[in-house]
């Protein structure tokens, strides 16, 4: 019922940039947190940044300020679909891994309120010369 959609991954040259959309729809009453995750072969899913309704975000430690999570919850400009947003810059090889967008929530259905966490199908990010 709730169905999120990434785009923006590909092959990037060592100290490029990418910039990663996700956009979530469906029957969503409220979304308290949305973000990226990701995950490298042979390694375990690990968060890159996510961001709650009030704008508190949160970061890997690995990402060292190069990327920012940004939100944009205005569906009027989006097609009726919540956006956040993951800007990469200063991407390294070790950043290579498959980019999950993750939200949480409430949607609503006939019985009330659901709560909900959805992860999207990932995006591959190659950082590579």
């Known amino acids: 019922q709730v169905q999120l959609v990434e785009s923006g991954g590909g092959l990037v040259q060592p100290g490029g940039s990418l910039r990663l959309s996700c956009a979530a729809s469906g029957n969503i009453f409220t979304l308290y947190s949305m973000g990226w995750y990701r995950q490298a072969p042979g390694k375990q899913r690990e968060l890159v940044a996510n961001?709650?309704?009030?704008?508190?975000?949160?970061?890997?430690?690995?990402?060292k300020g190069r990327f920012t999570i940004s939100r944009d919850n205005a569906k009027n400009r989006n097609n009726g679909k919540y956006m956040v947003y993951l800007q990469m810059n200063s991407l390294k090889p070790a950043d290579t891994a498959v980019y999950y967008c993750?939200?949480?929530?409430?949607?609503?259905?006939?019985?009330?309120?659901?709560?909900?966490?959805?992860w999207g199908q990932g995006t591959q990010v190659t950082v590579s010369s």
């Open positions: 961001m709650t309704s009030s704008g508190t975000t949160n970061y890997g430690d690995f990402v």
């Open positions: 993750r939200a949480e929530g409430y949607l609503s259905d006939y019985s009330g309120l659901l709560e909900f966490n959805s």
